[in-house]
């Protein structure tokens, strides 16, 4: 994968012991590089393993700590500007010219543990940071550090339908490849899917695992769906702000804090942002691959009946009796 895969997947600096876990370990046809692995129950790229590693060895959560837990392609990086938005609103009133979110990518605001603070096996710093620490992962709960478990960090876990969220990650996975004059065929990366092959997957079991904690413990998971946000943004921000601690009050309300805050993270503002539309990480990937489209139900215009009643079932069959219901449109 060193050559033809996109940099920030490049395995150029794995440890050799991540490369003797990576020996053992079972492998399936990647995403984007050529091999994803199954470490813990879940899939993910050699590089990231290693991240998730030292995340795992390294991170001591505070209690302070505000985690965004997400699948991929669920709609993190809008999570991500509304939670510092939200957080930081007395620091960085909403209404100031120059808001941190109008200059930066919502990941470079709210990083990634394992794809960022720890990746290639880092050891991180956290002195610069101010408190609430404002992080985010794809680890599924079983997996997250003890310390993030035991402590009262508090995890916001987003959620979005599969077939969309399906959708997203073959459109995301195929731009990055594009670089590399490659593309993932739909019917390939539907059947992966399906097998629970993707990109912190399987998907049932990541979200299965943070719906039934949500609902033992309450006040340390929040659970929210993409679809929702989109439906009644004002109720469930107001919610993320409750469960967080920071409520909004009437006077903020009145004074349209809440719009705001909405306006400024909407899907058509942040993509139309200098920074968004030209900015780059320092790997190289585009910061626009993450401003797609951002709708419910594009799905729509790319699945078959056939994929649509196979989804259906293992959906069906792995959500049966949880209470958990996806929205499709
Ligand atoms: P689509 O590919 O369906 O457009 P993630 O941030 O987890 O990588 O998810 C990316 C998905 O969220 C993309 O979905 C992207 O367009 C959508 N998205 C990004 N910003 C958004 C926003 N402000 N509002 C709604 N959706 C957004």
Known sequence: M?????????????????KKLLSILPKDKGWVGSYIYNYQGFWTPPRFLQGVIAFQQQFQAEDSDIILVTTPKSGTTWLKSLLFALINRVKHPIFEPNHPLLVNNPHVLVPFLEHDLYIDGRVHDFSTFTSPKLLATHVP???????????KTKLVYLCRN????????????NNLLLHH????????????????????GPFWNHVLDYWKK???MPTKILFLMYEEI????????????????CPISTEEENCGVVDEILKMCSFKNLRNLEVNTNGRFSTGEAYNLFFR??????????FTTNMSDKLNHTIEEKFQGSGLKFSYV
């Not at 004059?181 to 912190?200: A, H, M, P, Q, R």
């Open 2 to 18: 060193t050559t033809s895969s996109p940099k920030y997947l490049q395995e150029d600096n794995l440890s050799e012991e991540c």
């Open 141 to 151: 709960f079983a997996s997250l550090p003890k310390s993030v478990q035991d402590s």
């Open 162 to 173: 599969p077939r969309d969220t399906f959708i997203s990650m073959w459109h995301f996975t």
């Open 181 to 200: 004059n490659d593309t993932n065929s739909i019917e390939e990366k539907f059947d992966l899917f399906c097998e629970g092959v993707s990109l912190y």
């Open 214 to 216: 949500s609902i033992e």
């Open 230 to 245: 989109k439906k009644k943004p004002k109720v469930q921000l107001k919610r993320l702000a409750k469960f967080l601690e």
């Open 293 to 302: 489209k951002g709708e419910i139900g594009d799905w729509k215009n790319y």
